[in-house]
């Protein structure tokens, strides 16, 4: 809201039809700094710039710190300009389209890896998963990790899973170790499916630290 000022009158002991008004707006070019001076007889009025304030002689406008008013800057930092404000969001937030306040990042929506085998849900500022039975969330929380134990099977020979691992392992100990077993590929499980090919996008979504390396 801009703010005026008109505090000045005539004197009292001289005929105001005897006296010449003033402009102050011309005379002092710093009344009504950061706004505008509008000249009155006898008197002049401040209208101030939107972000700022009349100063306390009513005589220019000084900076209105918005940051101090409540609820400035939802899930995000208030930080002050002259005349003016912006917002500084919080992590998993972004700044809203008129830039009062920040919302939240729907990760789910916006991260196409989001939970790899799991189901995302969006939180405020933040995500989890959802992980289904035989998969546990990883480090982080961002992913599920397959910790069920099967057979690895070092060749796949017609169609058919041969030479077992004598211990069971994850599918992940298994496959992502591809680069070290047979050429024309291993198998996991029981039944036994193929191992994502080398260098697919499933081996990098199964063997995120690369070949040689299990997830875990």
């Known amino acids: 809201r801009r703010h005026t000022s008109s505090d000045r009158d005539w004197s009292s002991d001289v005929r105001s039809s005897d006296l010449e008004d003033i402009d102050e707006c011309n005379e002092n070019g710093r009344i009504c700094l950061n706004g505008q ?13 939107d972000g700022y304030s009349l100063s306390p002689d009513r005589a220019f406008c000084t900076d209105m710190d918005e940051c101090r008013k409540t609820g400035m800057c939802a899930n995000g930092r208030c930080i002050n300009l002259e005349g003016s404000y912006k917002c500084h969001c919080d992590l998993g937030f972004i700044l809203s389209p008129d830039g009062h306040y920040c919302v939240d990042i729907d990760e789910c929506d916006v991260l196409a890896d989001a939970c790899i085998n799991g189901m995302c849900i969006n939180n405020q500022g933040s995500y989890r998963c959802n992980c289904p039975s035989g998969f546990t969330p990883g480090r982080d929380g961002k992913s599920c990790q397959d910790t069920r134990r099967g057979n ?16 069971a392992v994850t599918r992940s100990q298994c496959c992502c170790a591809m680069d070290m077993m047979a050429a024309e590929g291993i198998g996991w499980g029981q039944p036994c499916d193929p191992c994502p090919r080398l260098n697919s996008e499933e081996q990098h979504q199964l063997c995120p630290n690369g070949g040689g390396i299990d997830s875990n």
Do not use: D, E, F
């Open 152 to 167: 690895c099977y070092t060749s796949i020979r017609a169609g058919q899973c041969v030479n077992p691992l004598r211990n």
């Open 37 to 49: 001076c509008h000249n009155l007889p006898g008197s002049y009025q401040c209208i101030c710039n």
